[in-house]
Protein backbone atom coordinates (compact mmCIF):
# COMPACT_ATOMS: atom_id res chain seq x y z
CA UNK A 1 0.00 0.00 0.00
CA UNK A 2 2.84 2.48 0.86
CA UNK A 3 4.18 1.91 -2.52
CA UNK A 4 1.14 2.75 -4.43
CA UNK A 5 0.74 6.05 -1.80
CA UNK A 6 4.02 7.24 -2.79
CA UNK A 7 3.00 6.52 -6.42
CA UNK A 8 0.00 8.92 -6.04
CA UNK A 9 1.61 11.25 -4.52
CA UNK A 10 4.32 11.34 -6.89
CA UNK A 11 1.51 11.18 -10.04
CA UNK A 12 -0.36 13.72 -8.07
CA UNK A 13 2.54 16.05 -7.57
CA UNK A 14 3.94 15.54 -11.12
CA UNK A 15 0.06 17.11 -12.07
CA UNK A 16 0.23 19.93 -9.70
CA UNK A 17 3.81 20.88 -11.32
CA UNK A 18 2.44 20.18 -14.57
CA UNK A 19 -0.30 22.60 -13.91
CA UNK A 20 2.13 25.61 -12.47
CA UNK A 21 4.16 25.21 -15.38
CA UNK A 22 0.87 25.65 -17.55
CA UNK A 23 -0.36 28.61 -15.17
CA UNK A 24 3.13 30.59 -15.24
CA UNK A 25 3.11 29.85 -19.37
CA UNK A 26 -0.23 31.77 -19.42
CA UNK A 27 0.95 34.79 -16.96
CA UNK A 28 4.05 35.35 -18.73
CA UNK A 29 2.41 36.83 -21.61
CA UNK A 30 0.43 39.06 -19.40
CA UNK A 31 3.46 40.22 -17.64
CA UNK A 32 5.85 40.61 -20.87
CA UNK A 33 2.88 43.25 -22.77
CA UNK A 34 4.89 46.20 -23.89
CA UNK A 35 3.16 49.33 -23.60
CA UNK A 36 2.35 51.07 -26.45
CA UNK A 37 0.49 54.35 -27.23
CA UNK A 38 -1.58 54.95 -30.70
CA UNK A 39 -2.91 58.41 -31.63
CA UNK A 40 -5.62 58.70 -33.88
CA UNK A 41 -5.93 61.59 -36.06
CA UNK A 42 -9.22 63.05 -34.33
CA UNK A 43 -11.54 62.05 -31.84
CA UNK A 44 -12.74 58.91 -31.84
CA UNK A 45 -16.17 57.82 -34.52
CA UNK A 46 -17.31 55.04 -36.11
CA UNK A 47 -14.50 54.99 -39.33
CA UNK A 48 -11.99 53.53 -36.32
CA UNK A 49 -14.24 50.68 -34.97
CA UNK A 50 -11.69 48.51 -36.47
CA UNK A 51 -8.75 49.83 -34.21
CA UNK A 52 -11.21 48.69 -31.13
CA UNK A 53 -11.51 45.40 -32.38
CA UNK A 54 -7.90 45.05 -32.24
CA UNK A 55 -8.24 46.00 -28.58
CA UNK A 56 -10.90 43.93 -27.38
CA UNK A 57 -10.85 40.93 -29.67
CA UNK A 58 -7.60 40.18 -27.93
CA UNK A 59 -5.29 40.58 -30.85
CA UNK A 60 -3.25 43.30 -29.64
CA UNK A 61 -2.74 41.11 -26.28
CA UNK A 62 -2.05 38.18 -28.99
CA UNK A 63 1.53 40.35 -29.85
CA UNK A 64 2.27 40.65 -26.40
CA UNK A 65 0.93 44.57 -26.52
CA UNK A 66 -0.64 46.61 -24.07
CA UNK A 67 -1.84 48.96 -26.54
CA UNK A 68 -3.80 52.98 -24.98
CA UNK A 69 -5.63 54.51 -28.18
CA UNK A 70 -5.48 58.29 -28.08
CA UNK A 71 -7.71 60.89 -29.60
CA UNK A 72 -5.78 63.10 -32.27
CA UNK A 73 -6.63 66.73 -33.29
CA UNK A 74 -5.79 66.66 -36.86
CA UNK A 75 -3.24 64.95 -38.69
CA UNK A 76 -0.62 67.44 -38.50
CA UNK A 77 -0.69 67.18 -35.04
CA UNK A 78 -0.97 63.64 -34.67
CA UNK A 79 2.42 63.49 -37.18
CA UNK A 80 4.39 66.11 -34.71
CA UNK A 81 3.15 63.58 -31.59
CA UNK A 82 4.46 60.48 -33.56
CA UNK A 83 7.82 62.73 -35.29
CA UNK A 84 8.71 63.75 -31.55
CA UNK A 85 8.68 60.62 -29.99
CA UNK A 86 5.56 61.45 -27.86
CA UNK A 87 3.50 58.07 -28.95
CA UNK A 88 4.63 54.87 -30.16
CA UNK A 89 2.53 55.16 -33.27
CA UNK A 90 -0.38 57.10 -35.08
CA UNK A 91 -2.81 57.44 -37.71
CA UNK A 92 -2.35 60.04 -40.06
CA UNK A 93 -2.53 61.56 -43.18
CA UNK A 94 -0.28 61.45 -45.90
CA UNK A 95 -0.41 64.32 -47.48
CA UNK A 96 0.31 66.13 -44.19
CA UNK A 97 2.92 63.67 -43.67
CA UNK A 98 4.72 64.75 -47.04
CA UNK A 99 5.27 68.12 -45.95
CA UNK A 100 5.80 67.21 -42.86
CA UNK A 101 8.78 65.27 -44.12
CA UNK A 102 10.00 68.04 -46.68
CA UNK A 103 10.54 69.76 -43.19
CA UNK A 104 12.95 67.00 -41.81
CA UNK A 105 10.25 65.06 -39.57
CA UNK A 106 11.19 61.68 -39.73
CA UNK A 107 8.04 59.48 -40.07
CA UNK A 108 6.56 57.55 -42.95
CA UNK A 109 3.39 55.30 -43.67
CA UNK A 110 3.58 51.68 -42.50
CA UNK A 111 0.36 50.69 -43.67
CA UNK A 112 -2.61 52.52 -45.56
CA UNK A 113 -6.18 52.58 -44.10
CA UNK A 114 -7.98 55.54 -46.22
CA UNK A 115 -6.45 53.43 -49.62
CA UNK A 116 -8.83 56.63 -51.74
CA UNK A 117 -8.97 59.40 -49.95
CA UNK A 118 -11.83 61.12 -47.93
CA UNK A 119 -11.28 64.63 -47.87
CA UNK A 120 -14.39 66.58 -48.34
CA UNK A 121 -15.42 70.18 -47.98
CA UNK A 122 -19.37 70.19 -47.24
CA UNK A 123 -21.58 73.21 -47.60
CA UNK A 124 -25.12 74.10 -47.35
CA UNK A 125 -27.53 73.36 -50.18
CA UNK A 126 -28.74 76.57 -51.73
CA UNK A 127 -25.53 78.26 -51.25
CA UNK A 128 -25.09 78.85 -54.72
CA UNK A 129 -22.20 76.37 -54.62
CA UNK A 130 -22.66 73.66 -57.61
CA UNK A 131 -18.64 73.58 -58.29
CA UNK A 132 -15.31 73.82 -56.56
CA UNK A 133 -14.70 77.03 -57.94
CA UNK A 134 -17.31 78.52 -56.76
CA UNK A 135 -15.39 78.43 -53.25
CA UNK A 136 -13.96 81.43 -54.42
CA UNK A 137 -15.19 84.54 -52.24
CA UNK A 138 -16.20 82.24 -49.33
CA UNK A 139 -14.93 81.71 -45.71
CA UNK A 140 -14.00 77.71 -45.22
CA UNK A 141 -13.98 76.77 -41.66
CA UNK A 142 -11.62 74.10 -39.88
CA UNK A 143 -8.73 73.27 -37.33
CA UNK A 144 -5.28 74.54 -38.84
CA UNK A 145 -4.01 70.84 -39.19
CA UNK A 146 -6.71 69.26 -40.73
CA UNK A 147 -5.48 66.83 -43.24
CA UNK A 148 -7.90 68.26 -46.32
CA UNK A 149 -6.98 72.07 -45.21
CA UNK A 150 -3.47 70.87 -45.45
CA UNK A 151 -3.95 69.71 -49.39
CA UNK A 152 -6.53 72.39 -50.03
CA UNK A 153 -3.93 73.59 -52.28
CA UNK A 154 -3.56 70.64 -54.24
CA UNK A 155 -7.46 70.83 -54.56
CA UNK A 156 -7.55 74.42 -55.45
CA UNK A 157 -4.81 74.09 -58.17
CA UNK A 158 -6.76 71.09 -59.98
CA UNK A 159 -9.68 73.03 -60.13
CA UNK A 160 -8.56 76.10 -60.74
CA UNK A 161 -9.37 77.68 -57.49
CA UNK A 162 -8.06 81.25 -56.78
CA UNK A 163 -6.54 80.38 -53.23
CA UNK A 164 -6.32 84.29 -52.18
CA UNK A 165 -10.20 84.01 -52.51
CA UNK A 166 -10.48 81.46 -50.40
CA UNK A 167 -10.62 82.72 -46.62
CA UNK A 168 -9.79 80.62 -43.69
CA UNK A 169 -11.38 80.64 -40.31
CA UNK A 170 -9.10 78.57 -38.08
CA UNK A 171 -12.04 76.63 -35.11
CA UNK A 172 -11.90 73.78 -33.20
CA UNK A 173 -13.01 70.32 -34.92
CA UNK A 174 -16.45 70.90 -32.62
CA UNK A 175 -17.10 73.98 -33.58
CA UNK A 176 -17.17 73.62 -37.67
CA UNK A 177 -20.08 72.25 -37.71
CA UNK A 178 -22.20 74.34 -35.50
CA UNK A 179 -20.43 77.33 -37.66
CA UNK A 180 -21.86 75.99 -40.87
CA UNK A 181 -25.38 75.18 -40.14
CA UNK A 182 -25.02 79.08 -38.37
CA UNK A 183 -24.07 80.94 -41.98
CA UNK A 184 -20.84 81.85 -39.71
CA UNK A 185 -19.13 79.92 -42.43
CA UNK A 186 -19.92 79.16 -46.29
CA UNK A 187 -18.00 75.86 -46.06
CA UNK A 188 -16.04 73.46 -43.55
CA UNK A 189 -13.37 70.83 -43.82
CA UNK A 190 -14.38 67.16 -42.95
CA UNK A 191 -13.37 63.61 -43.67
CA UNK A 192 -16.45 61.80 -45.68
CA UNK A 193 -16.40 59.17 -42.94
CA UNK A 194 -18.06 62.10 -41.18
CA UNK A 195 -21.26 62.95 -43.58
CA UNK A 196 -23.77 61.25 -41.79
CA UNK A 197 -23.31 63.21 -39.08
CA UNK A 198 -23.12 66.15 -41.00
CA UNK A 199 -26.13 65.46 -43.11
CA UNK A 200 -28.20 64.35 -39.81
CA UNK A 201 -27.45 67.56 -38.33
CA UNK A 202 -28.20 69.77 -40.90
CA UNK A 203 -32.18 67.57 -41.14
CA UNK A 204 -32.35 67.89 -37.35
CA UNK A 205 -32.17 72.46 -38.42
CA UNK A 206 -34.18 71.88 -41.84
CA UNK A 207 -30.72 71.94 -43.94
CA UNK A 208 -29.39 69.67 -46.62
CA UNK A 209 -25.75 69.73 -47.22
CA UNK A 210 -24.09 69.48 -50.26
CA UNK A 211 -20.19 68.39 -50.48
CA UNK A 212 -17.30 68.15 -52.95
CA UNK A 213 -15.10 64.99 -52.13
CA UNK A 214 -11.86 65.42 -53.31
CA UNK A 215 -11.43 62.15 -55.39
CA UNK A 216 -14.20 62.74 -57.32
CA UNK A 217 -12.92 66.29 -58.50
CA UNK A 218 -9.45 64.91 -59.16
CA UNK A 219 -7.45 65.00 -56.32
CA UNK A 220 -6.44 60.81 -55.90
CA UNK A 221 -3.93 60.98 -53.32
CA UNK A 222 -3.28 58.50 -50.79
CA UNK A 223 -4.66 59.45 -47.72
CA UNK A 224 -4.86 58.09 -43.47
CA UNK A 225 -2.81 55.29 -42.31
CA UNK A 226 -0.19 53.80 -39.34
CA UNK A 227 2.58 56.03 -39.01
CA UNK A 228 5.96 55.36 -37.42
CA UNK A 229 9.55 57.34 -36.97
CA UNK A 230 11.96 55.89 -39.12
CA UNK A 231 13.65 55.16 -35.54
CA UNK A 232 11.26 53.03 -34.18
CA UNK A 233 11.23 51.05 -37.89
CA UNK A 234 15.02 50.56 -37.49
CA UNK A 235 15.44 49.59 -34.22
CA UNK A 236 12.27 48.03 -33.09
CA UNK A 237 11.07 46.24 -36.33
CA UNK A 238 9.61 43.60 -34.55
CA UNK A 239 7.36 45.75 -32.54
CA UNK A 240 6.46 48.02 -35.50
CA UNK A 241 5.72 44.33 -36.98
CA UNK A 242 3.75 42.73 -34.11
CA UNK A 243 1.48 46.44 -34.34
CA UNK A 244 1.20 46.59 -37.79
CA UNK A 245 -0.14 42.50 -37.43
CA UNK A 246 -2.48 43.45 -34.82
CA UNK A 247 -4.26 46.43 -35.98
CA UNK A 248 -4.89 45.43 -39.28
CA UNK A 249 -6.00 41.60 -38.11
CA UNK A 250 -8.94 44.10 -36.12
CA UNK A 251 -9.66 45.89 -38.95
CA UNK A 252 -10.05 43.04 -41.38
CA UNK A 253 -12.20 41.33 -38.79
CA UNK A 254 -14.45 44.51 -38.45
CA UNK A 255 -14.61 44.09 -42.64
CA UNK A 256 -16.25 40.66 -42.28
CA UNK A 257 -17.94 41.40 -38.54
CA UNK A 258 -19.49 44.77 -39.36
CA UNK A 259 -22.43 44.36 -36.43
CA UNK A 260 -20.37 43.11 -34.19
CA UNK A 261 -17.30 45.42 -34.71
CA UNK A 262 -19.78 48.62 -33.96
CA UNK A 263 -21.50 46.83 -31.03
CA UNK A 264 -17.75 47.01 -29.57
CA UNK A 265 -17.16 50.57 -30.49
CA UNK A 266 -20.15 52.01 -29.54
CA UNK A 267 -19.53 50.48 -25.71
CA UNK A 268 -16.15 52.49 -25.77
CA UNK A 269 -17.59 55.47 -27.31
CA UNK A 270 -21.55 55.49 -25.97
CA UNK A 271 -22.29 58.56 -26.58
CA UNK A 272 -21.98 58.09 -30.77
CA UNK A 273 -25.36 56.48 -31.85
CA UNK A 274 -25.17 52.91 -33.66
CA UNK A 275 -26.78 53.51 -36.55
CA UNK A 276 -24.40 57.05 -37.31
CA UNK A 277 -21.12 54.57 -35.77
CA UNK A 278 -22.46 52.23 -38.35
CA UNK A 279 -22.80 54.58 -41.26
CA UNK A 280 -19.26 55.99 -40.85
CA UNK A 281 -18.00 52.52 -40.38
CA UNK A 282 -19.48 51.17 -43.56
CA UNK A 283 -17.76 54.72 -45.76
CA UNK A 284 -14.48 53.58 -44.29
CA UNK A 285 -14.76 49.99 -45.24
CA UNK A 286 -15.67 51.81 -49.20
CA UNK A 287 -12.21 53.77 -49.06
CA UNK A 288 -10.19 51.17 -47.27
CA UNK A 289 -11.32 47.72 -50.07
CA UNK A 290 -10.06 48.94 -53.05
CA UNK A 291 -8.96 47.08 -55.92
CA UNK A 292 -5.38 47.37 -54.61
CA UNK A 293 -6.60 46.49 -51.38
CA UNK A 294 -8.24 43.16 -52.66
CA UNK A 295 -5.23 41.86 -54.64
CA UNK A 296 -2.92 42.87 -52.43
CA UNK A 297 -4.02 42.89 -48.86
CA UNK A 298 -5.88 45.70 -47.53
CA UNK A 299 -2.85 48.26 -46.10
CA UNK A 300 -0.86 48.05 -49.14
CA UNK A 301 0.95 50.79 -51.31
CA UNK A 302 1.86 51.20 -54.81
CA UNK A 303 5.09 53.12 -55.70
CA UNK A 304 2.83 54.59 -58.51
CA UNK A 305 0.37 56.26 -56.34
CA UNK A 306 2.78 57.38 -53.65
CA UNK A 307 4.76 59.05 -56.41
CA UNK A 308 1.62 60.46 -57.76
CA UNK A 309 0.58 61.73 -54.00
CA UNK A 310 3.94 63.07 -53.33
CA UNK A 311 4.41 64.78 -56.74
CA UNK A 312 0.95 66.33 -56.43
CA UNK A 313 1.52 67.95 -52.76
CA UNK A 314 4.73 68.87 -53.82
CA UNK A 315 4.17 70.90 -56.77
CA UNK A 316 0.93 72.48 -55.14
CA UNK A 317 2.05 72.87 -51.92
CA UNK A 318 5.55 74.71 -53.50
CA UNK A 319 7.39 72.84 -50.68
CA UNK A 320 11.67 72.96 -50.87
CA UNK A 321 12.25 69.68 -51.65
CA UNK A 322 10.71 66.71 -53.44
CA UNK A 323 11.01 63.77 -50.52
CA UNK A 324 11.85 60.91 -51.82
CA UNK A 325 9.56 58.18 -52.37
CA UNK A 326 11.24 55.35 -50.08
CA UNK A 327 11.30 57.65 -46.93
CA UNK A 328 7.63 57.78 -47.26
CA UNK A 329 6.04 54.60 -46.72
CA UNK A 330 6.93 51.12 -46.20
CA UNK A 331 4.94 47.89 -47.43
CA UNK A 332 7.50 45.49 -44.96
CA UNK A 333 5.25 45.02 -41.87
CA UNK A 334 2.23 44.05 -43.53
CA UNK A 335 0.52 40.50 -43.03
CA UNK A 336 -0.97 40.05 -46.33
CA UNK A 337 -4.73 39.95 -45.38
CA UNK A 338 -7.27 39.76 -47.60
CA UNK A 339 -10.88 40.68 -45.72
CA UNK A 340 -14.18 39.50 -47.61
CA UNK A 341 -17.00 42.07 -47.20
CA UNK A 342 -20.24 40.88 -45.74
Do not use: C
Not at 233 to 248: Q, Y
Request: no cysteine; charged share 25%.
Amino acid sequence: MKGKDGHRVASWAAILAGIAIVLLLQAAPGRAQEKVTFALDFFAYGKHAGFYAALDRGFYREQGLDVTILRGSGSGDTIKRIGAGSENFGFADTASLIPARARGVQVKEIAMIHDRNLHTLFFLKGSGMTRPKDLEGRRIGGTEGDATRVIFPAFAAVNGIDEKKVEWVTMTAEARLPSLLAGRVDAGVWFFTEAPTVLARARQVGKEVGWFLYPDWGVDVYSNGLIATDRTIRERPDLTRRFVHATLKGVAWGVENPEAVVDLFVRHQPTISRDLAMAHWQIAVDHLMTATAVKMGIGYMTREKMERTRDLITETMKLPVKVPVEDLYTNEFLPKLFPRRK
